[in-house]
């Protein structure tokens, strides 16, 4: 049997915009030199993947396009099939739905292939929700931890919140996590009800969108605050005080 001696591709991950704003305002050049360049992608979501594309290289043919997607619903044995045009020597690009791929994203399952297949993962530049929040906080950007989405259940997420807050005071350690946009509201009243007062509190929504809006105040202060967050993508993060 003949080996294959070509060089293998590599796999980009391009990071996308967080919102409808316009893909250059907040993306380096790179990216639209990567989409110009590859024609197969795996992607959350295949029109928005579509859509993005085009806003990014309008001329670019959508014919040309070979797209897999990976979701929760993607089979596991499915995913290694997905990085077989790097094993021809084609470059391939993971796109997230919003931000940086392989961050609270299903792009990190390929990925983890990929390094098993020793193909090149390359990164590019581009706006992370979570790191973006993390940086205009002003709490611990030193030690801090990615939580992801808290238990829905409402005793549940209440000893989460505890637990988080502990955690903070314990290390030192800003603790970060999200929620479904609908429900931002209600967690929001569930860590006004559950942190002590003086805890910090940053809350960063709409990131790079005209209404941004980023504010970190103690507990005490929120409580005086009225804020709607109703399906608007938001980070929390929290830094215990000790008292």
């Not at 993607?74 to 094993?87: D, H, K, R, S, V």
């Not at 103690?218 to 993060?237: A, C, E, V, Y």
């Amino acid at each position: 049997m003949v080996e294959n001696t070509l060089p293998k591709g590599k796999l980009f991950l391009i990071p996308t915009t967080l919102g409808e704003n316009e893909p250059l305002e907040v993306l380096p050049i790179s990216i639209k030199r990567a989409i110009e360049e590859i024609d197969h992608y795996i992607v959350e979501n295949e029109k928005s993947a579509r859509r993005f594309i085009k806003k990014i290289s309008p001329r670019k043919p959508q014919s040309s396009l070979v797209i897999e997607v990976l979701n929760k619903y993607t089979e596991p044995e499915a995913i290694p099939t997905f990085l077989n045009p790097c094993l021809e020597g084609r470059n391939v690009g993971v796109l997230s739905e919003a931000g940086c791929p392989g961050i609270a994203d299903p792009g990190a399952d390929v990925v983890r292939v990929a390094h098993q297949k020793n193909i090149q993962v390359v990164p590019l530049v581009g706006p992370s929700s979570i790191l973006m929040a993390m940086m205009a906080s002003g709490l611990n950007g030193q030690n801090f931890a990615f939580n992801g989405y808290l238990p829905i259940d409402s005793s549940e997420r209440k000893k989460a919140i505890k637990s988080l807050e502990k955690k903070s005071i314990d290390f030192g350690q800003s603790q970060i996590f999200i929620e479904t946009p609908y429900r931002n509201d209600k967690l929001l009243s569930e860590l006004l009800k559950t942190l002590s007062n003086h805890s910090q509190l940053c809350i960063a929504c709409d990131i790079t969108l005209s209404s941004e809006y980023i504010a970190t105040k103690s507990i005490s202060d929120w409580i005086k605050t009225s804020l709607d967050l109703n399906k608007r993508p938001t980070i929390f993060i929290i830094q215990g005080q000790k008292k």
